[in-house]
């Protein structure tokens, strides 16, 4: 988001973004689910080619590690 914007969204994505490796991401969506989120919208911050991988890539890695 750096790149479109000009401004540095590095402290924000950290705060509230599920990023890194697919352990890093199922903690901090689990944590989501802890504060009391009950819908979450998974929208990949990638090019629009990109997005169905990066979707397939959420639904293989990631949900599997999420609790509940």
Do not use: N, W
Not at 31 to 52: M, N, Q, T, Y
Request: proline letters at 7%; glycine letters at 6%; hydrophobic letters at 35%.
């Amino acid at each position: 988001m750096s790149q479109r914007y000009p401004m540095d969204f590095r402290g924000p994505a950290r705060k509230y973004a599920a990023l890194g490796r697919p352990e890093d991401v199922a903690e901090t969506v689990d944590s989501f689910r802890r504060a009391g989120v009950r819908h979450l919208i998974v929208d990949p911050v990638c090019r629009a080619e990109a997005r169905d991988e990066q979707l397939e890539r959420f639904a293989r890695e990631v949900r599997p590690l999420l609790r509940g």
